[in-house]
């Protein structure tokens, strides 16, 4: 069964840095791309960033870019998403997505979410 | 980026068909063929309902359909049944190699 599933939310204090993970089962995780997209509560789907099936190439959202890095490890199964200076605004469900099959700009299989709470 | 811009609700009864517009740009939606569509259910995660503009994954319903006519897409969703209440996002690839959401439509399901 293709599965994801996110951990690491918590409630964490603006200016600390905070690792989520995002443990994959199921299929071949070395062959596909990730993405983080986060979700701020009551509002819309905004993207984060997306890593390549090996790790060679990354991209962010402005939103994130300096502060966030994405990364994964293929032995483990597991994307990463380490968080730093983190702030208010950062406060969101966060999901994990793998890319299609076809190209890695859809999102096929979500996790359910891990939550992220930035507050003094 | 700028955000893609969708209506923020739409209704219909059961049986109808529904459409609801994703509007871009020629950085976005209209340089690219990679628009998706999601559909988010209360308290769920986002399920993929059309890829690459028109494609329909396996096991959705071929009630959805997607098209693109250049910066703008559409979902539509014909013979609307109550279980298709949810909210709608639409999302492209863009030229700074990222993709970029819209802001999400509400679908009522009258």
């Known amino acids: 069964q293709l599965q994801l599933v996110e951990s690491g939310g918590t409630v964490v204090q603006p200016g600390r840095p905070l690792r989520l993970s995002c443990e994959a089962s199921?299929?071949?995780?070395?062959?596909?791309?990730m993405h983080w997209v986060r979700q701020a509560p009551g509002k819309g789907l905004e993207w984060v960033a997306v890593?390549?099936?090996?790790?060679?190439?990354?991209y962010y959202a402005d939103s994130v870019r300096g502060r966030f890095t994405i990364s994964r490890d293929n032995s483990k199964n597991t994307l990463y998403l380490q968080m730093n200076s983190v702030r208010v605004e950062d406060t969101a469900v966060y999901y994990c997505a793998r890319v299609g099959v076809r190209n890695h700009w859809y999102l096929d299989i979500w996790g359910r979410g891990t939550l992220v709470s930035v507050s003094s | 980026h700028s955000a893609l811009t969708q209506p923020a609700s739409v209704s219909g009864s059961p049986g109808q068909s529904i459409t609801i517009s994703c509007s871009g740009s020629?950085?976005?939606?209209?340089?690219?063929?990679?628009v998706s569509w999601y559909q988010q259910h209360p308290g769920r995660a986002p399920k993929l309902v059309i890829f690459d503009s028109s494609n329909r994954p396996s096991g959705v319903s071929d009630r959805f359909s997607g098209s693109k006519s250049g910066n703008t897409a559409s979902l539509t969703i014909s013979g609307l049944q109550a279980e298709d209440e949810a909210d709608y996002y639409c999302?492209?690839?863009?030229?700074?190699?990222?993709?970029?959401f819209g802001g999400g439509t509400k679908l009522t399901v009258l």
């Open positions: 999302n492209s690839y863009t030229s700074s190699s990222a993709l970029v």
């Open positions: 890593i390549w099936y090996d790790g060679s190439s990354k």
């Open positions: 199921g299929f071949p995780f070395s062959s596909y791309g």
């Open positions: 020629s950085s976005d939606i209209g340089g690219y063929n990679y």
